[in-house]
């Protein structure tokens, strides 16, 4: 298999070092697999380590955080593996609640490669899963979609009564062990969840993008639906008391602690608008290692002393971190960008890998607590060489400090250099049939100069019917 033959550079050789060991938990997970749509074994992106195959949601972000544009023929294939027919129609398989996430995943796939064949059959995954969704999961009392958090499949995620499972750790268990109160239409988890809730938004904006790209006609029911979800997250989970948005929507009373991925998520999408999102980062709690996924952590796994938390609750995983981050870039939020990059820098550094998730306080690989049979305060262990984690980094860096986004006619470069990062060269990044070398110097993130091959331009961005080598030269302050 063909890797880009990537070279980066940095004055801070720290980040220099993490770029590569994340470039090498990426690479060391990309092995044959064969499901979903794949009529043979081919290469799929695992979800890291310690697993033997793909999961929906890791496939999207791991697309989504970068490695769409260095292996792009494996994450389609990726993407394809975890796709499913039933009925005649191409469905998105995976843990029902938040496998609407692969709509975000295919169009990053379509925007780092050009590929309107894998767009077509995208489309149609996105039509169907949104309509069985509809109708199995949305609520159309709160205008919201029923579900767990996105990634939140351990029941340390969620408060009580969500952990009377019967010992089992996987919140699904939850409906079959408690048949009084689950709904009755769905799977029957009767929470509501903000990260999951913009996903869906993001799925109907997304719907309508493919649609049009294709030149086809877009369903003007998408755009309907999306501004209503829109008001209905912005009605039922922004609390103005706190500032932020509550994590969950449920019949036993919500739940208002603060979820990093739902946040990040809300400014991302454009559900936020400019006030709410400053507010947001006013009061999204960070802690000393980055950003927790759920804070704070839920009593039953805390402790007197302070120091143990949650699988789900209360520790830091790194794809959070990093959708955090691209946030705190993509506003200009330079010291909440660099804590959490010079954060998972150094814990790359000193394990020589990215963990699946880290202790909030000490930075530690640290699996949390979690029930697992008779045990209420189980501690898991934090897997391995997650790719999740290590595409997040890949984000950090090119959607972060080179400031690369691409859009559906070209890419343009918005870089965000902080205090101590003035020097970085990303050589032969690919994108669709261009070979991009970027330099950016300086620090800060207005653009003073920009140059392409040489030659001025008054706007950092490139097109996407451009082929060949280009080479992009900036100068912020």
Same mark, same amino acid.
């Given at each position: 298999?063909?890797?880009?033959?990537?070279?980066?550079? *940095?004055?801070?050789?720290?980040?220099?070092?993490?770029?590569? +060991?994340?470039? $090498?938990?990426?690479?060391?997970?990309?092995?044959?697999?064969?499901?979903?749509?794949?009529?043979?074994?081919?290469?799929?992106?695992?979800?890291?380590? !310690?697993?033997?195959?793909? @999961?929906?949601? !890791?496939?999207?972000?791991?697309?989504?955080?970068?490695? /769409?544009?260095?292996?792009?023929?494996?994450?389609?294939?990726?993407?394809?593996?975890?796709?499913?027919?039933?009925?005649?129609?191409?469905?998105?398989? $995976?843990?029902?609640?938040?496998?609407? +996430?692969?709509?975000?995943?295919?169009?990053?796939?379509?925007?780092? &490669?050009?590929?309107?064949?894998?767009?077509?059959?995208?489309?149609?995954?996105?039509?169907?899963?949104?309509?069985?969704? %509809?109708?199995?999961?949305?609520?159309?009392?709160?205008?919201?979609?029923?579900?767990?958090?996105?990634?939140?499949?351990?029941?340390?995620?969620?408060?009580?009564?969500? =952990?009377?499972?019967? $010992?089992? *750790?996987? +919140?699904?268990?939850?409906?079959?062990?408690?048949?009084?109160?689950?709904?009755?239409?769905?799977?029957?988890?009767?929470?509501?969840?903000?990260?999951?809730?913009?996903?869906?938004?993001? #799925?109907?904006?997304?719907?309508?993008?493919?649609?049009?790209?294709?030149? %086809?006609?877009? !369903?003007?029911?998408? =755009?309907?639906?999306?501004?209503?979800?829109?008001?209905?997250?912005?009605?039922?989970?922004?609390?103005?008391?706190?500032?932020?948005?509550?994590?969950?929507?449920?019949?036993?009373?919500?739940?208002?602690?603060?979820?990093?991925?739902?946040?990040?998520?809300?400014?991302?999408?454009?559900? #936020?608008?400019?006030?709410?999102?400053?507010?947001?980062?006013?009061?999204?709690?960070?802690?000393?290692?980055?950003?927790?996924?759920? @804070?704070?952590?839920?009593?039953?796994?805390?402790?007197?002393?302070?120091?143990?938390?949650?699988?789900?609750?209360?520790?830091?995983?790194?794809?959070?971190?990093?959708?955090?981050?691209?946030?705190?870039?993509?506003?200009?939020?330079?010291?909440?960008?660099?804590?959490?990059?010079?954060?998972?820098?150094?814990?790359?550094?000193?394990?020589?890998?990215?963990?699946?998730?880290?202790?909030?306080?000490?930075?530690?690989?640290?699996?949390?607590?979690?029930?697992? /049979?008779? %045990?209420?305060?189980?501690? @898991?262990?934090?897997?391995?060489?997650?790719? @999740? *984690?290590?595409?997040?980094?890949?984000?950090?860096?090119?959607?972060?400090?080179?400031?690369?986004?691409? %859009?559906?006619?070209?890419?343009?470069?918005?870089?965000?250099?902080?205090?101590?990062?003035?020097?970085?060269?990303?050589?032969?990044?690919?994108?669709?049939?261009?070979?991009?070398?970027?330099?950016?110097?300086?620090?800060?993130?207005? +653009?003073?100069?920009?140059?392409?091959? $040489?030659?001025?331009? &008054?706007?950092?961005?490139?097109?996407?019917?451009?082929? /060949?080598?280009?080479?992009?030269?900036?100068?912020?302050?």
């Amino acid at each position: 298999m063909d890797y880009p033959e990537l070279h980066f550079m *940095s004055n801070r050789e720290d980040i220099g070092r993490a770029f590569r +060991i994340a470039l $090498g938990d990426l690479y060391s997970n990309i092995a044959p697999y064969q499901d979903g749509l794949l009529d043979r074994a081919e290469s799929v992106v695992l979800a890291g380590l !310690d697993y033997d195959a793909p @999961w929906t949601r !890791d496939a999207a972000i791991n697309t989504w955080n970068g490695a /769409g544009l260095l292996v792009p023929d494996v994450t389609r294939t990726t993407l394809l593996a975890v796709l499913q027919r039933d009925a005649g129609e191409v469905l998105i398989g $995976g843990q029902y609640w938040d496998a609407i +996430i692969w709509a975000i995943g295919a169009m990053a796939q379509y925007l780092y &490669s050009g590929d309107k064949v894998f767009l077509s059959l995208a489309l149609d995954a996105v039509r169907h899963s949104l309509a069985r969704l %509809e109708q199995n999961e949305f609520e159309p009392a709160l205008g919201l979609f029923r579900g767990p958090a996105c990634y939140g499949d351990g029941i340390a995620a969620y408060p009580e009564p969500y =952990n009377q499972t019967q $010992g089992d *750790s996987c +919140i699904l268990a939850w409906p079959a062990c408690n048949p009084e109160r689950r709904t009755q239409t769905g799977y029957g988890l009767p929470m509501h969840a903000l990260s999951t809730n913009c996903l869906y938004y993001a #799925a109907y904006v997304l719907a309508q993008q493919m649609a049009a790209e294709l030149h %086809e006609s877009p !369903d003007p029911i998408w =755009n309907r639906k999306a501004q209503a979800l829109k008001n209905a997250i912005n009605r039922h989970f922004w609390v103005p008391e706190l500032g932020r948005y509550r994590y969950l929507v449920d019949p036993f009373g919500n739940c208002d602690y603060t979820e990093a991925m739902g946040q990040s998520l809300a400014i991302l999408f454009g559900i #936020a608008e400019v006030a709410q999102i400053e507010s947001i980062f006013s009061n999204q709690y960070v802690a000393p290692a980055g950003v927790p996924c759920v @804070w704070p952590s839920f009593p039953r796994y805390t402790s007197v002393d302070g120091q143990t938390f949650g699988r789900h609750s209360g520790t830091v995983w790194p794809h959070i971190q990093a959708l955090w981050a691209d946030a705190a870039a993509l506003y200009g939020k330079v010291d909440v960008f660099a804590h959490e990059l010079n954060q998972l820098t150094k814990y790359a550094n000193r394990d020589v890998q990215f963990a699946e998730l880290y202790h909030p306080i000490t930075g530690l690989s640290y699996g949390g607590l979690q029930e697992l /049979g008779s %045990e209420p305060r189980h501690l @898991w262990a934090s897997c391995s060489r997650q790719t @999740w *984690s290590a595409t997040g980094y890949l984000r950090m860096v090119l959607r972060g400090l080179l400031g690369v986004r691409i %859009e559906l006619t070209g890419v343009q470069f918005e870089p965000l250099l902080p205090q101590g990062v003035n020097y970085l060269c990303l050589q032969h990044l690919p994108y669709r049939r261009m070979n991009l070398t970027i330099t950016v110097e300086g620090t800060g993130s207005h +653009i003073q100069s920009c140059h392409v091959n $040489g030659q001025s331009l &008054s706007r950092a961005y490139i097109p996407a019917t451009r082929e /060949g080598e280009q080479h992009v030269h900036l100068v912020v302050g």
